[in-house]
């Protein structure tokens, strides 16, 4: 079992890190069994929360509406991770939209990592679900808020210790962190039309439309744009 990593979680926007936003961070840094550090911070998306993951998380507009933007909180949160390895549910989930988030800002985000949906899929062939939910369930793993991300990060880490402590010693590849590879497709700049409307609108929104023309690309001008627009209907 190892002693030092971190366990982590997002709550995003969507299920697509090229299109949607991370909304909040939790995680929790472990040195030699023990939790010495957590992180736990909300960040504002440049897309409205719907109704759908409102319900889901609990996580409202209003809540995110003061709270600094991803790239600020990416930047902080590679800061908290160290070089550790990284552990999640359905690990590389996760680490898709942090690493999407690094590499806009020109940032390198490479980690090993342990996943526990893997570990759960090899051990409990038979479970119907493997879900956070669900097996801390079977293992009887409180977890006072779930799809909160640092509750979320907590029962992982707990998860995680229970299945070592019972499973490793008879199946330890399984249990053998592994490089985390998420290959994103070529982020590609907004285009001059793009930016030109984006302009025209922003102006006719009196400038209560947050955006850069240094760093936005083709998709988040894309969504931006149908943002406003349907807001005007």
């Not at 984006?198 to 744009?225: C, H, P």
Request: overall charge neutral; charged content about 30%; hydrophobic content about 35%.
């Amino acid at each position: 079992m190892l002693k030092s990593y971190v366990a982590f979680d997002l709550e995003t926007t969507g299920l697509d890190p090229t299109k949607n936003d991370i909304i909040e961070i939790g995680a929790l840094k472990v040195r030699d069994g023990k939790v010495v550090e957590r992180f736990m911070e909300f960040a504002c998306p440049k897309e409205k929360i719907s109704p759908k993951i409102e319900e889901l998380t609990g996580i409202t507009n209003e809540m995110v509406a003061h709270s600094r933007c991803s790239q600020e909180v990416v930047q902080r949160f590679l800061t908290f991770c160290e070089e550790d390895i990284l552990i999640g549910h359905n690990v590389l989930f996760d680490y898709s939209f942090v690493k999407m988030n690094a590499l806009s800002q020109g940032l390198t985000f490479e980690r090993f990592g342990i996943d526990t949906l893997k570990i759960s899929r090899k051990i409990h062939k038979d479970f119907p679900s493997k879900s956070l939910e669900s097996m801390c369930a079977y293992y009887h793993i409180e977890n006072k808020s779930a799809h909160r991300a640092y509750c979320d990060a907590l029962a992982t880490a707990k998860l995680y210790q229970t299945l070592s402590h019972y499973f490793e010693e008879e199946d330890p590849k399984v249990f053998k962190p592994q490089m985390l590879m998420y290959r994103p497709k070529k982020i590609l700049p907004a285009t001059q039309k793009q930016i030109e409307l984006l302009s025209r609108l922003s102006e006719e929104e009196q400038g209560n439309v947050k955006w850069n023309r240094d760093t936005l690309t083709r998709n988040e001008a894309s969504r931006l744009i149908d943002q406003i627009l349907k807001n005007k209907q």
